[in-house]
């Protein structure tokens, strides 16, 4: 423990006799600053604190760091080394107690307000000093870096405190080091710099040595991945000296800090999954402790390590998610929804969680936040209409402020999950203000997405379709991965026969065959086998012989018919390959859960559109759908309900 004095700025070591006293005289301190490396060159994006005379000055730094490089201290800033401040009855009386120190220091709000009180003390602890530095990182950091650089760096009383902690680091007690580190770190102090190194190395001489405690070297791995990532050897160090500890006993902070650095010095390998396999087992007991953050960093890590065999941890960890969705920040829901998502989970008190909190949160939320709640409504089918309601409504309001890919990550889940909100006259007079504004910007795979996602809910976009025909633009699709594969071409294809069959005042350029596919490729609508050998059997009672239907039928238009069956003029059955005297078509289609939005009766977006071109095409559409005939057990029972679906005016009556 060491302490210090703000107004003679005395550094004092607890215990050291008063025959070691070092007097650090002004011109001592000039020498200190002629031994240091000129400023290295730098670019615009932050600053510098640079030795100009009596005075700093400010150069912006591409790394968004700030170099400081201490300049020699007028009279009235001369640092001193000293004994215990303790033995001086006047150093007694000036001391503050930390406890109250910390409590006025958590109630300050700005650097100003903390730098002021600081210089009201005369003598501080180097945890209260480094505790300072961390109040002042907090209040002071924001999104875009410093709020007021000038007005804290080029504060006398914070270059005092870096000048002592750059110099008498050896004095510092370990926790006074590390919070120094991690706060000056966070203040964006650039690692170049001699204040950094010289923390850095009385750090690592700690680490080797042994003498930091798990406590102590979470916070070393915190600063670390700030400062240096995955290039860092110390992080390694780190992992190495936490094996030897007892895993059970870690805390909540010591466990998700051991998890984001394997995260990002291990990546795939196995090297430590011994570890990860003690570190799952322990963080199982734990999780119900866990706050927002540690949750959403120790999915977010079992994510990038590939852990899918851990199913006990990931279900609790998502089930403890639930209760922390109204706190958590923008990016631990992302983490969190990315885990969900990667992992395949689905919990439906989580979507309801999401239901109460997204709406009212929308206004305030990182676009990117939005788009991932929207991707991961998507990718599960979950159709959550105020979510989709309250995203119209941002999306109409601040669409212009949004990039392009948050643009289409808006509005493709509307058309996935055949969902019209409410405002949607409001919403698409948006987009096309928007498309035409922009169009250039989109990347071509993310604009074919967009539109593709319109058609599906009967919004034409016939304004912009003669750009996506063209050669340049299909060039574009090609040239970008995935290139034209079948997705892409069966999304270029369904788009081509929507303006064919529902815009037929569409005159420009055609979608040329060779672009063409033979059949759509459908995503989550396949066949639900079960249901399927259900309807058939039915069907086989209903109509005797298996001559009149056939099963997964190829159509001259893309489609595939589950069930096809053929009528003549007198609403006679034909056989099923007979293609003469044949005046009407069924097609039946056996819906299963997977063709709907998850818990709810409302079909995806290409099954809506598949029955609409179907109709246009001249078939008659049956639709067979899950919740209808899942309670029926026997096959007589299921052919009267075909009956009735499909030959409704004889139903009653006779076949």
Request: aromatic share 10%.
């Amino acid at each position: 423990m060491a302490l210090i004095s703000l107004k003679s700025f005395r550094f004092c070591s607890r215990g050291a006799p008063a025959s070691r006293r070092i007097l650090m005289t002004l011109s001592k301190s000039l020498s200190f600053v002629s031994e240091r490396r000129k400023p290295q060159s730098c670019g615009p994006a932050a600053v510098r604190v640079l030795r100009s005379k009596d005075r700093c000055r400010y150069v912006f730094c591409r790394k968004n760091h700030v170099q400081l490089r201490m300049q020699s201290l007028s009279v009235h800033e001369t640092a001193h080394l000293c004994a215990h401040a303790g033995s001086s009855t006047k150093a007694d009386e000036r001391w503050m107690d930390e406890q109250l120190f910390f409590r006025k220091l958590n109630s300050l709000g700005t650097s100003e307000e903390i730098l002021t009180f600081l210089r009201s003390l005369e003598i501080m602890s180097d945890i209260m000093a480094s505790g300072a530095l961390q109040r002042i990182s907090e209040v002071e950091v924001g999104d875009d870096g410093l709020k007021n650089p000038e007005g804290v760096l080029e504060n006398e009383v914070f270059r005092a405190l870096c000048f002592q902690f750059e110099f008498e680091p050896s004095r510092l007690s370990n926790t006074g080091l590390l919070n120094a580190l991690q706060a000056l770190i966070k203040l964006r102090v650039d690692p170049q710099s001699t204040l950094i190194a010289s923390l850095l190395s009385e750090s690592e001489e700690r680490l080797g040595n042994r003498k930091l405690t798990v406590d102590n070297l979470c916070s070393l791995g915190e600063s670390l991945l700030e400062l240096e990532g995955s290039s860092c050897a110390m992080l390694e160090q780190i992992v190495s000296h936490m094996q030897e500890k007892d895993i059970e006993n870690w805390s909540p902070r010591e466990m998700t800090m051991v998890y984001k650095i394997l995260q990002v010095t291990i990546g795939e390998r196995e090297q430590y999954q011994d570890l990860l396999n003690r570190m799952h087992r322990a963080t199982l007991t734990i999780a119900y402790q866990l706050s927002p953050k540690f949750t959403s960093i120790i999915l977010n890590s079992l994510v990038s390590l590939h852990q899918t065999q851990v199913v006990p941890l990931i279900l609790a960890l998502c089930k403890h998610s639930v209760k922390h969705v109204p706190y958590f920040t923008d990016d631990e829901l992302v983490n969190v929804l990315e885990a969900f998502l990667f992992f395949g989970h689905r919990e439906q008190i989580f979507t309801e969680a999401l239901e109460m909190h997204v709406p009212k949160s929308i206004p305030s939320m990182h676009p990117e936040t939005v788009s991932k709640v929207m991707q991961y409504c998507c990718q599960k089918k979950i159709l959550s209409k105020p979510i989709l309601d309250a995203v119209a409504e941002g999306f109409i309001s601040n669409a212009d402020s949004f990039t392009t890919d948050q643009i289409a990550e808006y509005i493709v889940p509307f058309g996935t999950l055949n969902y019209l909100p409410p405002n949607a006259s409001s919403l698409f007079r948006k987009l096309e203000t928007v498309l035409h504004a922009r169009f250039s910007q989109f990347q071509p795979h993310a604009l074919l997405n967009l539109l593709h996602s319109c058609v599906l809910i009967q919004r034409y976009p016939v304004n912009f379709l003669p750009k996506i025909f063209s050669p340049y633009f299909l060039q574009q699709l090609q040239a970008q991965p995935p290139g034209l594969d079948r997705v892409v071409a069966s999304q270029l294809t369904q788009l081509f026969l929507t303006v064919t069959l529902e815009c037929p005042f569409y005159e420009g350029p055609k979608l040329l065959p060779k672009y063409q596919v033979n059949a759509f490729l459908t995503t989550h609508c396949f066949l639900d086998v079960h249901l399927f050998k259900k309807v058939r059997s039915g069907l086989l009672y209903l109509l005797k012989k298996r001559i009149y239907f056939l099963s997964e039928v190829s159509t001259p238009y893309f489609y595939t018919v589950d069930i096809e069956i053929k009528l003549d003029e007198e609403g006679f059955m034909l056989p099923a390959t007979q293609c003469e005297e044949v005046h009407t078509r069924i097609a039946l289609c056996v819906d299963g859960q997977n063709r709907f939005c998850v818990n709810s009766h409302n079909l995806l977006g290409e099954e809506a559109i598949k029955r609409r071109h179907l109709q246009l095409l001249g078939y008659k559409v049956v639709q067979v759908p899950f919740f209808e005939v899942e309670s029926i057990k026997s096959c007589r029972k299921m052919a009267e309900y075909l009956h009735k679906k499909i030959f409704p005016h004889t139903y009653g009556h006779g076949c």
